[in-house]
């Protein structure tokens, strides 16, 4: 498979990155990500020269383990995890864990085959923290520089009415930090007020798990709802891709991404604008 890590997200475009379609139909419902190298994990130092971001992006998960009633297992989907936090370790940005629960994070698609994976997975320090993850409730939002949503089924059933994450996230972006969000992590978004009462995706061009892609993985009808008609309904502006292709769409500090080919484009627009100094 190929690398989505070496992409640079545009907003509103699409490039065809994976050609597994069928390959991974489960958990946050697409392929599994790319086969990146162990060497893209854990980086030596930051990258010179750049701004430095002095806050914690905070990663932020579902604590929801079941499938509504059909039994299957889901939780967050570790390759949403793992690219991602590499992504923010190569350019030097501390990250914590946070989940609606917190303690240990019920996860979905661990496939050691890929090197991202295995390194995060591997790594006992990292792993542990992931596992002693902050509670929703016990999120303080003035310590982070941003938010990240990752995505898995889980995220369905209880980011959307989780009050700690809702509240922290509106609190973070007005106070001009970032917030992203990927496959069914955007779930976390829907119900994100500003203090002017408006939805914080109101407006704005949006993305996440395809109905179409819903379809392909027949969840469609298991899921509490269809986060494309949802974000739509908030008034966002989706704009979406053919299925499993990666897509990521940037909308001033909002950075939304479709599937999990999309996870390290997230967060690496979401270093971009956090490097820009426009942030805290």
């Not at 701004?51 to 905070?58: R, S």
């Not at 995706?201 to 392909?216: C, I, L, Y």
Request: with cysteine.
């Amino acid at each position: 498979m190929s690398n989505p890590e070496t992409d640079r997200p545009v907003a509103g475009r699409t490039r065809p990155v994976w050609l597994l379609a069928a390959a991974l139909l489960a958990a946050c419902g697409g392929p599994a990500t790319s086969s990146a190298t162990a060497k893209d994990v854990v980086p030596d130092k930051p990258a010179p020269k750049e701004a430095p971001v002095t806050k914690p992006v905070l990663l932020a998960m579902t604590s929801h383990d079941k499938k509504g009633d059909t039994g299957e297992s889901t939780g967050a989907f570790l390759p949403e995890i793992a690219h991602p936090y590499a992504v923010f370790a190569r350019a030097g940005i501390v990250v914590e864990f946070a989940s609606v629960r917190g303690g240990r994070v019920p996860l979905d698609g661990v496939d050691r085959d890929d090197a991202v994976n295995a390194a995060f997975l591997d790594d006992p320090e990292v792993t542990r923290r992931l596992h002693e993850s902050l509670p929703s409730s016990a999120v303080d939002p003035s310590r982070y520089a941003a938010i990240f949503f990752a995505g898995g089924h889980g995220a369905m059933w209880d980011l959307p009415d989780d009050p700690s994450f809702v509240k922290a996230t509106a609190r973070i972006y007005e106070a001009g930090g970032v917030v992203g969000a990927v496959c069914h992590g955007p779930a976390a978004l829907v119900n994100v007020r500003l203090s002017d009462g408006a939805y914080l995706v109101a407006g704005k061009q949006v993305n996440g798990f395809t109905n179409e892609e819903e379809r392909a993985v027949k969840l469609e009808n298991v899921v509490p709802f269809l986060l494309e008609d949802r974000l739509v309904a908030r008034g966002g502006r989706f704009v979406g891709a053919p299925k499993w292709q990666k897509q990521v769409v940037v909308d001033g500090r909002l950075v939304t991404g479709q599937n999990p080919a999309s996870a390290a484009g997230v967060a690496e627009a979401m270093v971009a604008l956090l490097r820009e100094k426009k942030t805290p």
